[in-house]
């Protein structure tokens, strides 16, 4: 059973482009939760989606940020107009329901902007 | 809102030897859950050990138990026989009881980077 899976596992985007970072849960997990982690910090919750549905998204920055979880594929969370600000790492989670409190965390993204 | 604290920004310990991680949380919830994660150079996020706040008997798992004081709010890990492969960032992590408005997110501490030597 693969776990979850993320790519790029590295991505550098120049400030101005935009940055999509993908993410495949686990199979048969319909939850997928998005976590960024500054350098040098703990990782802080962005959002919470289940198949074709964002269902908390309270800690997502207002603007240039969003994310989706189609019926079919992976997972996507997408930064226009990025800048140096953004530069971080990016971790998926998923689980297979949001009342068993496990969470299988993929490898996360590392996005760099120049 | 709930907060986690983790007040030692890094730790060393001998191979072999026994360390613990300290870990404060803020909640007036009475019903959630405790997680101690492992971030080794990786970057990849494992989990170690979990704790549900309605079980007063500590969780342990292999080497890593915890000293789980609710009326405290606190939260430590401990390694026992530390090995090399220990060395790592270690989280504290919080969630509400899932299924409520929490919908099950994480809520981290700052991490606590942990060096074991030969």
């Known amino acids: 059973n693969a776990g979850v899976m993320q790519n790029p596992r590295h991505l550098v985007r120049r400030r101005g482009q935009e940055a999509r970072l993908r993410c495949s849960p686990m199979k048969g997990h319909s939850h997928v939760y998005w976590y960024r982690q500054l350098p040098e910090e703990g990782l802080k919750f962005m959002v919470y989606l289940q198949k074709e549905n964002i269902i908390d998204e309270s800690g997502m920055p207002k603007e240039r940020f969003s994310a989706e979880f189609p019926k079919e594929g992976p997972s996507i969370l997408r930064i226009q107009q990025v800048v140096r600000g953004d530069s971080a790492a990016y971790f998926c989670a998923s689980s297979p329901s949001n009342w068993l409190n496990e969470q299988y965390f993929g490898p996360g993204t590392r996005l760099t902007v120049t | 809102a709930q907060t986690v604290t983790q007040s030692q920004p890094e730790m060393s310990v001998q191979e072999a030897e026994t360390v613990t991680l300290s870990c404060t949380y803020d909640?007036?919830?009475?019903?959630?859950?405790l997680f101690w994660y492992k971030q080794p150079p990786s970057r990849q996020m494992i989990l170690v050990i979990r704790q549900e706040a309605y079980k007063q008997q500590n969780a342990t798992e292999n080497r890593f138990s915890v000293n789980f004081q609710k009326a405290a709010k606190s939260f430590s890990l401990k390694i026992s026989d530390s090995q090399l492969g220990d060395t790592a960032m270690y989280f504290c992590?919080?969630?509400?009881?899932?299924?409520?408005?929490?919908?099950?997110?994480?809520?981290f501490g700052q991490g606590t980077i942990l060096t074991v030597h030969p």
């Open positions: 909640t007036s919830e009475s019903n959630y859950y």
């Open positions: 992590a919080f969630t509400l009881n899932a299924g409520g408005t929490s919908y099950g997110k994480l809520t």
